[in-house]
């Protein structure tokens, strides 16, 4: 550590790495703030696996106003389905409603309640509207583990073939959500 | 009223601030005393003035004014005085006046403590301060402002949660702030001497009490912390390996690092521009560990990200203090003069065994806290980084650590014999083979046992090297006793920091046992538990200000013999909807009785509850542990020779420094 | 608990230092295991998957319902006679490596294990450039270097 001559270009470099480190993760913050601003970056994102796997064997019962479905459906569909988990206790659930009910003219939504009470999930459809085409009800909450659900609101797309193509995690009124959503329609219907 | 006066006093303040930054450092740059001499002064208008701003909002706090929207948001007539006061500090705006008034405080202390600095230096290193101040307090008038008035004004509060009305988590702010804060002396120390481009013996010794002061109270806040989770969540868990806790733990490691080198410096002028750098990162991790943590990159508190404003201010307020201090260092570090020459086997040889292992298990925390975004930002992947990985990478780092800190203190300077200092440590041994001989019969697991046996050599060790200094058993009694009231009391808080390590490390080794069972029992039931008996005596409903509690009674016998009444309760809060668990736990200094009463199920007739209870041997230990350490931080603060200022003397022949 | 938002106070202890988790985490003992051997593999297992909607919590230490869920999978799991490997496998399958306390030794992740082994080892490198270092004379200051010139020119 003497500050002798030959030595001194290499104890410059040496001293600068600290302010390169810190430059180096300083900027890392400042795309992170920035992507989350945006809402282009999640750090609390979980990106459970599924998309580019068949749908996961399963079945839920019947949940009025609907019926029931499993597996075996969503194997047999000849155009693109939305899967979309939600519960009557879910506030963001709520949120993302008048978006499925829209969304509802464009492809079919099948919806799954997660650990609902019927009589409540039943009276939320009621009162919110009822943009599904087929509900079912997973009370106990494991068809969801299956799915890799961690939480409600989520979507998945599902292609003719059975497989799911785009997972969502986060409720459909978020514009980046919604982007992505429809590009991988786009990419299912071409 | 108050809350304007409050508000013009903090940019009184910030002004002042401003003033104690440019002043004092265009003094020293042109020697002009005059310039110089004002720096003190302006440290204690600013304290003063932060001091009043302070005192307004606990005013607008205690007196209920809910036209100040920091205390509509957090306070209502009905809260407790005491949390009306500790709530000041308990959201975001309040919480960085606290942070700003501790900086302040701590450039009054360099300003009165300071007094035989030279002037340039002290005007430097207050300047510093200043302007760190100044950033934050800019920041709080400007995106944090606690002062915010509502119009027109509601009649009462919205409260604040009742989980967090609690006497551990009111104190915790402060004293874990003030260790935070208090690195930010010697980052200036460290600033001020790169300007200077000299870092000296002198230095060395000026810097070290304030770096032992600021550990002391880290030490204290993290184990407060730890403290309040174990009895507040009801699961007996202690440390979790939270970003938020590790937030506090990566300063807390790296300034331990630094208090040692500071004495490297001090005593053999080597190890200098690791040391300033070492300055530099303590308080950077402060820093960031404060602020980074409310970003909602490490958790998902997105406080900053609903306000990009906050976001980039403070974003921009780290990457000048911390950007800058680098950029300086790597301008002015490379033509600081080399120091002294020792040998691997010296004691300053292991103090940078010391500095490696801590900075090594430092690096390795900061690396699994900040991987999951960094992964997340350059991959695309998510990951988890929790207990399972932090135990496996840091504990095989901190035995090693263990090894050598006890007889650290015992090596001579410059160069030194192993063996004559391995000769006196056979009594160590012995306890600590007796301890292996132990551990391995009582606990599970490679990690613990070689933990628990680290511990006792610690303790043993550092007996050992206070034993050896009054020369016990060697020179009569009353001749020890006479030796060791003149031993300097650094060495007794030296010894007395590390044996708490190794108190809190054996507690932590025995912690890896502990048992616990889940129940549903109904009344009058008993559950046989680490070899105490545990009876559900009895469950009544009691009212509460604003809940009601379900209060269990659980008798503990041992052998027959009763130990405790535990009174363990679970409070309804029906307003918010939330329940909280109230931990009854029976302590007796080495292990800890720990019941919790849980949800009621079964019919009216023949209720039943669920029960949760925890034998946990030696928790108090860790937190003991944490105590002793600070304690002998504040012991060897408390040496005249730690003291700042205070005249450079040779060693009075009658100590045995020499030794 | 499964609402992706937070309580503000919650988030403000958080904020402060302490981990977010204020609910208790008494359960029901129905979902434990007879077995006790068994039932400690399990929370062997279950402290090793993280509670995905916590902060970094294992779901043996959280109340969260999810939480719950998952300790329910990894005891049917294990008393069907799954070891740690095969329930975490399952797992993974689900969530991915987020749901892993400990992430897999990967190409991407291997700064993160290496950096107790990397760290140590840069401070060796250190400590070594520092004691091998030749005992040298300070170069000389102004002050010396005209008193050297002094004293050579008496001569």
């Known amino acids: 550590m003497s500050a002798d001559g030959p030595s001194l270009g290499r104890r410059r470099v040496m001293m600068a790495l600290p302010l390169a480190g810190a430059g180096v993760v300083g900027a890392a913050f400042w795309g992170m703030l920035s992507g989350m601003q945006k809402g282009s970056f999640n750090p609390h994102d979980i990106n459970a696996p599924s998309a580019g796997r068949p749908v996961p064997d399963f079945a839920v019962m019947d949940q009025t106003p609907g019926v029931g479905f499993s597996s075996h459906d969503l194997q047999a569909i000849t155009a693109p389905v939305l899967i979309n988990f939600f519960a009557s206790w879910c506030i963001p659930c709520i949120a993302e409603m008048p978006q499925l009910l829209k969304l509802r003219d464009r492809l079919p939504i099948w919806g799954i309640a997660y650990k609902d009470k019927p009589d409540n999930a039943a009276g939320f459809l009621r009162h919110a509207g009822n943009p599904y085409a087929r509900i079912g009800s997973d009370f106990e909450g494991r068809v969801a583990i299956d799915w890799g659900v961690s939480g409600v609101p989520e979507s998945f797309l599902i292609a003719p073939d059975g497989k799911i193509v785009w997972h969502g995690a986060a409720g459909l009124n978020n514009d980046e959500v919604q982007n992505a959503l429809d590009a991988a329609l786009g990419q299912t219907k071409r | ?659 | 608990m499964f609402q992706r938002g937070r309580h503000a106070s919650v988030a403000l202890a958080a904020m402060l230092f302490l981990a977010p988790v204020l609910a208790s985490a008494v359960d029901d003992p129905s979902e434990m295991l007879p077995d006790p051997k068994q039932e400690a593999r399990a929370e062997a297992i279950g402290s090793q998957l993280r509670c995905l909607v916590c902060q970094n919590e294992s779901i043996e230490d959280s109340s969260a319902g999810l939480a719950r869920d998952l300790r329910k999978v990894v005891r049917e799991h294990v008393a069907k006679g799954e070891n740690q490997q095969q329930v975490i496998a399952w797992m993974v399958s689900r969530y991915g490596d987020f749901i892993r306390l400990s992430p897999p030794v990967t190409v991407a992740t291997l700064l993160l294990w290496g950096m107790p082994a990397l760290a140590l080892l840069a401070g060796i490198v250190g400590a070594v450039v520092i004691f091998r270092k030749k005992p040298q004379a300070a170069p000389l200051t102004d002050e010396e270097r005209a008193r050297l010139e002094e004293l050579s020119r008496e001569r």
């Open chain 2, 1 to 659: 009223m108050s809350p304007e006066l409050g508000h013009f006093a903090l940019a009184l303040a910030c002004a002042f601030a401003f003033a104690q930054t440019i002043l004092p450092l265009i003094g020293a740059q042109r020697r002009d005393r005059r310039l110089m001499t004002m720096a003190p002064g302006l440290a204690l208008g600013q304290v003063i003035a932060l001091g009043a701003s302070f005192l307004c909002l606990i005013d607008a706090a205690i007196s209920d004014d809910f036209s100040v929207a920091n205390i509509l948001e957090n306070s209502a007539v009905t809260k407790p005085l005491l949390y009306k006061i500790t709530g000041v500090w308990g959201n975001h705006e309040g919480s960085i006046l606290l942070w700003a008034l501790i900086l302040g405080l701590c450039g009054a202390a360099v300003a009165a403590f300071g007094r035989n600095l030279p002037a340039a230096l002290r005007a430097r290193v207050l300047a510093v301060l200043g302007g760190v101040a100044a950033g934050f307090e800019l920041f709080c008038l400007t995106t944090s402002d606690p002062f915010d008035r509502v119009w027109p004004a509601p009649l009462d509060g919205q409260g604040m949660n009742p989980l967090l009305q609690d006497p551990g988590l009111a104190f915790h702010p402060p004293i874990l702030y003030t260790g935070y804060v208090g690195f930010a002396v010697p980052f200036a120390f460290a600033i001020a001497a790169l300007i200077e481009g000299r870092v000296d013996a002198a230095w060395g010794r000026w810097v070290r009490p304030w770096a032992v002061a600021a550990w002391a109270f880290l030490t204290c806040g993290i184990a407060l912390g730890s403290w309040w989770s174990y009895y507040v969540l009801g699961w007996g868990g202690y440390w979790f390996w939270d970003p938020v806790e590790n937030a506090s733990l990566i300063p807390w490691l790296s300034g331990t690092a630094l208090m040692h080198s500071a004495i490297v410096v001090e005593k053999r002028e080597a190890l200098k521009i690791w040391t300033v750098l070492l300055a530099i990162a303590t308080f950077s991790f402060s820093l960031s560990g404060t602020f980074l943590v409310r970003s909602g990159i490490l958790n998902s508190v997105h406080a900053f990200a609903n306000d990009p404003a906050r976001g980039i201010f403070i974003l921009g307020l780290l990457g000048l203090v911390i950007g800058g201090s680098l950029a300086l260092f790597a301008w002015r570090a490379p033509s600081l003069t080399a120091g002294g020459l020792f040998s691997p086997v010296s004691r300053e040889g292991l103090l940078v065994l010391n500095n490696i292992l801590l900075c090594s298990i430092c690096a390795v925390v900061l690396t699994g806290t900040m991987y999951p975004p960094f992964m997340s930002l350059l991959f695309g992947k998510t990951i988890s980084v929790g207990k399972p990985f932090f135990d496996a990478a840091t504990i095989p780092l901190a035995i090693p650590l263990f090894a050598f800190m006890g007889f650290g203190p015992m090596l001579p300077w410059k160069r030194a014999q192993m063996w004559p200092v391995l000769r006196r440590l056979w009594i160590a041994a012995l306890a600590t083979l007796l301890a292996f001989a132990v551990a391995t019969w009582s606990l599970s697991g490679v990690l613990p046992i070689l933990c628990a046996t680290g511990a006792v050599w610690v303790i043993a060790t550092s007996a050992t090297d206070i034993a050896n200094r009054v020369a016990l058993f060697r020179i009569p009694l009353g001749q020890s006793f006479n030796r060791a009231r003149f031993l300097p009391r650094a060495a007794f808080g030296a010894a007395l920091a590390h044996a708490g390590v190794g108190v809190s490390a054996l507690g932590l080794a025995a912690m890896s046992q502990a048992q616990h069972k889940i129940v549903e029992v109904p009344v009058g039931q008993t559950e046989s538990l680490a070899g105490y008996d545990w009876t559900l005596a009895g469950v009544k409903t009691e009212p509460g200000p604003n809940y009601t509690a379900l209060v269990g009674t659980i008798e503990v016998r041992h052998n027959g013999h009763l130990v405790t009444v535990m009174h363990p309760s679970k409070r309804s809060f029906n307003a918010q909807n939330q329940t909280t668990t109230e931990v009854s736990i029976h302590t007796n200094g080495f292990s800890d009785l720990y019941g919790v009463i849980g949800d009621k199920h079964g019919d009216d007739a023949h209720p039943t509850y669920v029960l949760r209870l925890h034998y946990n041997p030696l928790a108090p230990w860790m937190w003991l542990g944490a105590l002793i350490m600070a304690f002998g931080g504040a012991l060897s603060l408390s040496d005249r020779r730690m003291r700042v200022g205070a005249p450079r003397r040779a060693p009075a022949p009658n100590t045995v420094a020499a030794e």
